[in-house]
């Protein structure tokens, strides 16, 4: 059985060179049309380019985003687009839409085609009847079993296969929301969602004042999902038929792609698990869930808050390393004497070190470091790489 394959979200071209610096083999974004995701920064055609090369030159994959319910006004420009991404080199378009997919197919043969999760494949039969359409992969339906993703792969065994591992979940079947249309006018499924379901709500009766729905003693929350989190279950996706094992989140930071990506290529490659999954608890989540991977699961909202911080705090980037010093750029306040964690694909990952002599550009000795993107030399017993990151260490600091 081949290894499977790492596929991360990038928002931006500082995302998708993160991604790939932690260890993705694959990474999936939008362009500034047709994706899910409008309010990302996304890709113009010459970013898309760049975005490619860059990442075929390191042996890496691109896969671009198509994947709005179309509309009757879209497709002459769908048409130009997939020509386009076919002559750009991209490595696949991720489509829904079933006319999106017969123009594609039209007017750019040779592009390799996804089906995405907004398609909710759901069973067997659906996944063959794509398959048959000229689809190469399918992005499943984030609410199937492990065992109900083990017969689609008895049933389909050529078409590959591609299961969320990590991140939001969306409180609507796969994503098919209208909420944010109701309440903000913005549509979710043409790319403009603006996560209303992980708002606070209030309910206002007639002649009463507005009071939070706290009645269950859980919150307010009603409508916020946990995050997923699969780390400690990938042997078993493996085993049933999954491919590709996909992080959301083309709308976060880079820090926390980072260190999910990372974790995720550990664990791929056999590192504790256990630990791992603390790791993940380093950035900005909502609590962890396995959601529906082992059948029905009544408990996957996020009652208590829209999310939690991380136990680390992101401190800067790292652009360089010469003569024991590293070369970074600020992210968060840090100060001589802080405790600093290493984020690194190397070995040096999760190696601390205390910041005790650092010094800006001008080369004055810097005790504070506090101006946003300042970057500063940092004594530091770890030849680090540019691409990694440092962090503060909260609990180890005053």
Not at 38 to 56: M, P, R, V, W
Not at 145 to 155: C, G, P, T, V
Not at 315 to 329: K, Q
């Amino acid at each position: 059985m081949t290894a499977p394959e790492l596929l991360a979200p990038a928002g931006n071209l500082e995302k998708l060179k993160t991604a790939l610096h932690f260890g993705a083999d694959a990474v999936y974004l939008g362009g500034q049309a047709f994706s899910l995701r409008a309010f990302s920064e996304n890709f113009d055609e010459e970013g898309l380019k760049t975005a490619i090369g860059f990442a075929h030159a390191g042996g890496k994959k691109v896969y671009v985003t198509a994947n709005v319910f179309a509309k009757n006004a879209d497709f002459p420009m769908l048409s130009d687009y997939f020509a386009f991404l076919s002559e750009a080199g991209a490595d696949a378009a991720i489509v829904t839409d079933a006319g999106a997919l017969a123009v594609a197919k039209k007017s750019a043969p040779g592009l390799v085609l996804h089906l995405s999760t907004q398609a909710n494949t759901t069973n067997k039969y659906a996944a063959k009847f794509w398959q048959e359409q000229g689809v190469s992969r399918v992005v499943l339906a984030r609410e199937l079993s492990l065992a109900e993703i083990a017969e689609i792969r008895d049933f389909c065994p050529d078409l590959e296969l591609e299961a969320f591992v990590h991140g939001a979940m969306c409180i609507s079947y796969s994503g098919r929301c209208l909420l944010s249309n109701y309440l903000d006018g913005r549509d979710s499924n043409r790319g403009e969602c603006v996560q209303a379901c992980r708002r606070k709500y209030f309910v206002r009766s007639e002649g009463r004042d507005e009071c939070a729905l706290e009645e269950d003693g859980r919150g307010s929350y009603l409508l916020n999902s946990k995050d997923l989190c699969m780390i400690g279950n990938l042997a078993e996706l493996r085993r049933a038929g999954v491919d590709s094992f996909k992080i959301e989140g083309r709308m976060k930071s880079s820090y926390y792609l980072a260190t999910v990506v990372n974790a995720y290529r550990r664990a791929i490659s056999g590192d504790d698990a256990g630990a791992l999954y603390e790791e993940l608890k380093k950035c900005a989540h909502r609590e962890y869930t396995q959601a529906y991977a082992f059948g029905e699961n009544p408990a996957t909202v996020n009652y208590q808050d829209s999310q939690q911080a991380g136990t680390r705090v992101f401190a800067a980037n790292v652009l360089g390393y010469e003569n024991g010093f590293a070369l970074a750029e600020m992210r968060n306040r840090f100060r001589e004497g802080d405790v600093l964690e290493i984020l690194s694909p190397s070995e040096h990952f999760n190696q601390t070190f205390v910041a005790e002599e650092m010094y800006a550009e001008s080369g004055e000795r810097v005790a504070d470091v506090k101006l946003v993107q300042q970057r500063v030399r940092i004594r530091c017993p770890y030849p680090l790489s540019e691409g990694d990151i440092l962090r503060l260490v909260p609990h180890m600091n005053g």
